[in-house]
């Protein structure tokens, strides 16, 4: 299983991980793939306690980070203090979107947040990004960084090589290909639309080799609908030289959640995943709820674009990832799931994850030399 891409950052095996969870990073790390921690709306000092503990813990074996690498979003104001940019975008939401999201919150009984805690701009613009970053640049373990959304500027790709460390970037979309190589993008991450987050609209078994042939000669991680060795063999056998996995690290021992939020994502199946807007304004596959269903069924209140629809849904998705347990929080939570949030219905530690995937990776290989013995 081992690929070019595995000697190149020093990993055992191509399995990369995009957790929010910082003991997921450290163990997939450690049990030989490389753990990515998702920190696109964090601050900066959330994200430096969670570095601090990463470096700490994970011995000498590398991580990625993902963030949003500092974009110009058309009509936001160029203004670098985060608190003033926070206002001022807060300006331009109406009323009745809030009041609108604190209805529906309501409805279902979540409990209101402390009101000296204000709503936080999240981490899609220059201003609250750049410093995001400056800390990624800063730690020496951390090999990768990935840019979760569009084509990351050159400056910054350049500065990130002069640390020695790789850049990736996301794409569901082959003409986007093309400029994340003009921004010297190390590695392609073709983005399948099964996949959890915010994800275009091409399948992974159509996209994964457009991708491959359209990056080459850059490496390419097949992204969107893995969740066993099957599928990771089926992403290898298209030309990628990895996997890049989220859905599948929600459920394990190791992921920080409440009980009530985990068992959600244990019950579902790969029909209960749905694509909306409700929750960013970009497209982003959820596990479906009244808080979709509600913001997708009425017509007087659209979601707005990004990062406008995250102002309006940012008291929400803290208050139900709080009170996860608590009356209805579950209809109307944010849980962020692919389609293959369907194969999983218990509980394992990373490295059983690993154990099994290994498995069912050599039954597959074996499977398929045994048809190549019968064809030839």
Known sequence: ???ELCDRLGIDVPIFAFSHCRDVVVAVSKAGGMGVLGAGTYTPEKLREELDWIDEHIGDKPYGIDIVLPMKIPGLPDIEDVDELTQTLLAKVPDEYFEYAESLLEAHGVPAWDANDPIKLMGWTE???RPLFEEALN????SLIVNALGTPPKDLVDRAHER???VGALTGKPKHVESHKVAGVDIIIANGAEGGGHVGEIGSIVLWPQLVDAAAPLPVLAAGGIGNGRQILAALASGAQGVWTGSMWLTVEEAQAEPAQKQSLLDASSEDTVVTRSWTGKRARVLNNDWNKSWENQSELKPLGLPLQGLVTADAWR???KYAGVA???KVALNIAGQVIGQFNEV???RQVFERLFEEYLEASSHINDLNKDLF
Not at 139 to 142: G, I, M, S, T, V
């Open 328 to 330: 209805d929080t579950q």
């Open 348 to 350: 394992q530690t990373v």
């Open 127 to 129: 201003a609250t990004t």
């Open 164 to 166: 020695g460390k790789l």
């Open 139 to 142: 730690r020496d373990k951390a």
């Open 319 to 321: 208050r139900t990832e």
């Open 1 to 3: 299983m081992k690929t």
